[in-house]
RNA sequence: GGGUGACUAGCGCAACGGUAGCGCAUCGGACUCUUAAUCCGCUGGUUCUGGGUUCGAAUCCCAGGUCACCCA
């Protein structure tokens, strides 16, 4: 019976052990230089074959990630987060008081092991910047095999259930979650310096609130209540700005009990900004200003943002009330070019007669009134079709529970979404601030509730009296960042922004 | 929820009804300028699981599992 690699690696950290050699210690490590530090200082100096003349001692760390053994000269490639460098360990170059003897170095170190490496600046007779090593040793002995160098981890499976197999061995996908870090340090500072204050509301909720979706539920002991996770943080928001708050914000995790795809995770992050005294529109130009910003922290020039083959122009280049934005249209009047079928002027027997001859599949629900219609229909024929940003305004009162009824227009509600690549990136409203309204719009959610819609919203009546204290003429906006995310970083499923997603236990 | 496909050594793959094989890695050996190092040699298998058909199954059939993609 032969040794595994693993076994293999477990006894070498066994005989580091017998030698007195800790293959975990825990001492921090002196570096001096990353690998990025040394192609800056050394990248254009030293000719072929030479030696740092000044003998500068350097002192990196990192992960081997390919070992190349000729004898009495061993090459190791060193990677840390910045870089690679190849290091160049002669055998009569190894110190006495090196922790790993030349010996120890060949026999005990494999790819993936963490090590550290204290030496001299050099270039090969092959004419690459190394380092000329003299004492070398072990800071973290890795035990199972490390992942093909060459070829890397490309199992879709293995770089999802074990990201960390997947970003050591691509530097690509390290540095695409190091921009998705970057991108939302970006949103929040613009935020901040907005004047909004970032907001930490309830994740534990008794009651859901703030979307169309099933939650999660969850049980605690001392109260013996179920807690639902929170499907968004919508209401507790609003409750701060009924309490004094002008401008505020949270950008964070919610919960939704739903199926997955390359769209959706169940669950994911998102930013949901809510600013007083303002309006739809006005709470639509900050989505433009928030994508805008974030997509500068990735790209120079926004009109030319690449996306699966396709490009994305973020330019606002449309006349809307006098301003620049992304291309704006309601919603009946994008059904009514898409589809050909215009429900400003039509009723609901003669739209379910025109819908059906299109041979458009329809719920119960989408059939009950002409708003449901109205949104089934573009929410199936339209939607999809929105290749570049454009904002769809203006919903039916039925499926906006939380909107404020238009201004102008019977039925409808001064609301927004945002659609890019067929799919939704944020969605925004004027939101209702009327106690007396608001009862209503729940009591018609929970009709549709007893009448099989499991997302209908439930009733909250502490939200409810939050608005009777008093919310002041207020908007707000929320953005799915995961999607956004992917949009930035030419990512086509959700799950490859997520670094952890939901996956099925094994076993 | 429905459909399609994938699953074989640590990794990447082949064998398509007739003895499970190749490359890389591991292991042993050689080598002071390699960089997917090279050269020589040796290991390594519950072919996802269970059942069926067959003289014989990785291969065909049925059920289950995981994953991916598409549709609702």
Known sequence: MSRNEAEVRA????????????????????????????????GDRL?????????????????????????????????????????????????????????????L????????????????????????????????????????????????EVCRRHREMHLASNPAILQRFKLRSQIIFQIRSFLTERGFYEMETPILQAIYGGAAARPFVTHHNALDVDLYLRIAPEL????????????????????????????????????????????????????????????????????????????????????????????????????????????????????LAAVKAKGIHLSKLEEQSLGYLLYGVFDKCVAPQLEQP?????FPVEVSPLAKQHRAKEGFVERFELFIQGMEYANGFSELNDPQEQRRRFEQQLAQKYAGDEEAHPMDEDFIQALAL?????????????????????????????????MRPRQ
Not at 390 to 394: A, L, N, R, W
């Open 11 to 42: 006894e070498k950290a066994e005989e580091l052990r017998q030698a007195h050699i800790n293959p975990y210690p825990s001492q921090s490590v002196p570096r001096t230089h990353t690998t990025q530090a040394v192609v800056e200082e050394f």
């Open 47 to 107: 000719e072929s074959g030479m030696v740092d003349p000044a003998g500068k001692v350097l002192t990196l760390c990192g992960r081997i990630t390919a070992k190349r053994d000729s004898g009495n000269l061993v090459f190791l490639d060193l990677r840390d987060e910045f870089g690679r460098l190849q290091l160049k360990i002669e055998k009569k170059g190894v110190k006495e008081d090196s922790v790993l003897s030349f010996a120890q170095i060949k026999k």
């Open 109 to 156: 170190l494999d790819e993936g092991d963490f090590i550290s490496a204290e030496g001299i600046a050099c270039r090969t007779n092959k004419g690459e910047l190394s380092l000329q090593v003299e004492r070398l040793s072990i800071l973290a002995k890795a035990q199972i095999p490390f992942p093909d160098v060459y070829y890397g981890v490309h199992d879709v």
């Open 236 to 351: 507790y928001l609003k409750r701060a700005i009924c309490g004094g708050f002008e401008r505020v914000f949270e950008l964070g995790r919610v919960f939704r009990n739903e199926g997955i795809d390359s769209t959706h995770n169940p669950e994911f992050t998102s930013l949901e900004v809510y600013q007083a005294y303002a309006d739809y529109i006005d709470i639509l130009t900050l989505v433009e200003e928030v994508i805008i910003h974030a997509a500068k922290t990735v790209y120079t020039d926004i009109s030319q943002i690449p996306y699966q083959g396709k490009t994305i122009d973020l330019t606002p280049s449309y006349e809307y009330n006098g301003q620049k934005h992304w291309r704006i249209l309601t919603m009946t009047a994008a059904v009514k070019e898409y589809v050909g079928i215009d429900f400003d002027n039509i009723d609901l027997e003669t739209a």
């Open 390 to 394: 454009t904002f769809v305004i203006d």
């Open 470 to 502: 008093g919310m002041p003429t207020c908007a707000g906006m929320g953005i799915g960042i995961d999607r956004l995310i992917m949009l930035l970083t030419d990512t086509a499923s959700i799950r490859d922004v997520v670094m952890f997603p939901t």
